[in-house]
């Protein structure tokens, strides 16, 4: 079966400093996997999504950057974080059926930018 | 551009009594439609999904949802609601040969014993 991992589960960082966050899927191959921004516990807005090995789409500008090195990891980036950067963020993984697939989400990493 | 709404932010109900949650959409094409569930600090759970046939679906937990086209909605149902439901419950839509899914606001079911 297939599980999704995200970490870490919270992070508090001052502002200013650089970002990581890791998501990694497992039991599956060539998934798409997206990053979404959960604010105040309510809507999601999608950030990048990814199709395949270092090709990554980003859908709003941000200070935000995602890069994909293998093919079931995905990583969250900031050079220099800012206070709005606060936020639950989700790594979801699907397969490929032409808009047809379920998201599979992780269980979140929780960001304080202070 | 496809997007979804969720009418109602909070919706209460009392333990035992049916449930729904609205979802409306707009979409250019044929939708395709999801409900979630998120309970607190936690990622989001796949409940349901309409993709083509049968308008009623029936998903995860007892929850069902029925696709109407003439209305453009997906409410989300479930015939007896338990406390254990209360949770953040999220409609989604997405169209063919699109990666990009688009989330509604969410909307808070209380179920109060």
């Known amino acids: 079966s297939q599980t999704i991992h995200q970490w870490p589960a919270t992070l508090v960082q001052p502002v200013g400093s650089p970002l990581s966050l890791e998501c990694t899927v497992e039991?599956?191959?060539?998934?798409?996997l997206y990053w979404y921004r959960q604010a105040a516990g309510r809507g999601l807005q999608l950030l990048f999504y990814?199709?395949?090995?270092?090709?990554i789409s980003s859908e709003v500008p941000q200070n935000l950057s995602a890069s994909r090195p293998q093919d079931r990891q995905f990583i969250l980036s900031s050079k220099k974080l800012l206070l709005s950067d606060s936020g639950f963020y989700l790594c979801?993984?699907?397969?490929?059926?032409?808009?047809?697939?379920?998201?599979?989400f992780g269980p979140g990493t929780r960001l304080l930018v202070l | 551009a496809q997007s979804v709404a969720q009418p109602e932010d909070q919706v209460n109900v009392a333990e035992g009594n049916p449930l729904t949650v609205k979802c409306t959409y707009s979409?250019?094409?044929?939708?395709?439609l999801f409900w979630y569930v998120q309970y607190p600090n936690r990622g989001l759970q796949f409940l349901l999904k309409?993709?083509?046939?049968?308008?009623l679906v029936k998903g995860s937990y007892g929850f069902e949802a029925e696709f109407n086209k003439s209305q453009t909605s997906f409410h989300l149902k479930k015939p007896s609601a338990l406390v254990s439901d209360s949770a953040l419950y999220f409609c989604?839509?997405?169209?063919?040969?699109?990666?990009?899914?688009?989330f509604g606001a969410g909307t808070r079911l209380t179920v109060k014993p």
């Open positions: 979801a993984w699907s397969v490929k059926l032409a808009g047809q697939e379920t998201q599979y």
């Open positions: 039991g599956t191959s060539n998934p798409n």
């Open positions: 990814s199709i395949g090995i270092d090709q």
């Open positions: 979409v250019s094409g044929n939708p395709y």
């Open positions: 309409y993709i083509t046939g049968d308008n």
């Open positions: 989604a839509v997405r169209v063919y040969n699109n990666n990009d899914m688009r």
